[in-house]
Structures are given as C-alpha cells and as structure tokens.
C-alpha cells in the first residue's frame, strides 16, 4: 500500500487520488522520522505529558475521585500534531524510559528503512531510487508513515480508508462502520455516536471517530500515531 501510496504522489496532478494527496501532511507525526534535536524535543515532551497525567491521577485518586478514565483531547492527526499523552510517569518520566523509547525509535525506524529499501531492490532501484517515476527511499519512508499512522484495524484486515482517516480520534466515538450499500459493495460510514447514544452534530462542530487505541499499548500508541491518547489507562503503560 505504501508503495502505491508513493508512485501516485510521484504522478503528481495526474494521480486519481490528488485531491485526497493534498490531504496528507508534509511531516507524518510518526517519531521513528525524528533524528538528533527533534527526537528528543518529541521525547522530552512525551515524558512531560506522562508525567502530568500520572500527576492528575494520582491527586484523583487521594481526592477520591475513582480510577483515571480518560478524557477527550483530540489527536490532530489530520495536521500531524502530538497530543493527550497517558503513560505512567514511572515508564516515562525519568532517564531510563526515554533511553526505552529513544531505543524503540530507531528499531522501528531501522525495520521500516529495511522495508523500504526490500521495495526499492524488488523494483530495480538497487537501494537508491525506484525506476518508476525515480521515487527515492525518503519518499517510500514518507508514504509508509503515512500508511502506519493512518490505517485503521489491525493485521490484515488494516488499510487506509481515504477521506475517512481525516477525522480526529474521540474515546467516546465509534470507529468506522462497514456495510454494504444498496449495489451490495462494501463501504465504510461514519456516523456522529458518543457511548453508544446519537450525537447529532451542530454546524461547524466537528465528527470524530475511534482509532480503538484502547487495545494499544502507549509506546506502540506513540509509534504509530506520535502522541498517546489519554483514554488509555496508566495501568497500561507497564
């Protein structure tokens, strides 16, 4: 997927799929793109985050104020900025989680490199560009961190639904649907739900959906999204 994702970007104004391109963001938000400065501004600030919702859970807890649910912060995932951090602050917080997560970055960033130069060496590209269109290994890094931190579901039924991934995560939403529609071909709609009830939506007011995150782990969260929704319990992050 990735690998078409990049030769329909290469098309340029030709591509079918343009007007959903144009869509992308230029800097996926995944970290495993980060290097030297900018990594580790992105994992200071994860650590921060961490910290802050280990805080507030633990002053809730000695208020009395039940166990830490998790609240609505959007994800921006459609501009590709981080939010709503939610691991404990003792994976985060000190020196040896973020040496944990700085050493998952590059063992993500290393199998995703491998893949694409696997790509470029299937194509004829020898490791350094792709014949067609002379895509080069910085533009399948692009598409691939387009296609991980964008795809909804998991293993092989995960894919990218174009127009659909736009939408910003909410716990409180539900993923997309899939039915068929009156010609009995699949399709996928989104539909305005909060815990199960009808939400309907005001003009200008925006339609979320879930990216499940509730089934991920924060680090895996951080790694494919660049930020840990805070519907994940702490309790998760160990």
């Known amino acids: ?4 994702l990049a030769m329909e970007r290469s098309r340029g104004a030709d591509s079918f799929w343009q007007p ?7 800097a996926p938000p995944n970290p495993w793109l980060l290097e030297g400065p900018a990594l580790a501004e992105a994992l200071e600030a994860v650590a921060a985050e961490a910290a802050e919702v280990a805080a507030e859970a633990e002053e809730g807890e000695e208020e009395g104020g039940g166990s830490f649910a998790g609240g609505g912060r959007k994800a921006g995932q459609g501009s590709g900025e981080a939010a709503a951090s939610s691991g404990r602050g003792s994976e985060m917080g000190g020196g040896g989680g973020r040496m944990g997560w700085g050493a998952a970055v590059e063992a993500a960033r290393r199998r995703y490199e491998g893949a694409a130069d696997e790509v470029l060496e299937v194509v004829g590209g020898g490791g350094a560009q792709l014949v067609a269109g002379g895509l080069r290994r910085e533009e399948l890094m692009w598409a691939l961190a387009q296609v991980v931190s964008r795809s909804l579901g998991c293993g092989a039924s ?42 309907p939506l005001a003009a200008g007011q925006e339609l979320f959906i879930s990216y499940q995150a509730e089934d991920m782990p924060p680090l895996k969260a951080w790694l494919k999204w660049g930020f840990v929704p805070q519907c994940l319990p702490p309790a998760a992050a160990h």
């Not at 997927?1 to 078409?4: E, G, L, R």
């Open 20 to 26: 959903y391109l144009r869509t992308l963001p230029a």
């Open 158 to 199: 995960a894919g990218l639904l174009p127009y659909i991934d736009m939408a910003n995560h909410h716990p409180a939403a539900r993923p997309p649907m899939m039915m068929l529609d009156e010609r009995d071909q699949v399709v996928f709609a989104v539909t305005s739900i909060r815990e199960g009830e009808l939400a």
């Open 1 to 4: 997927v990735a690998c078409c």
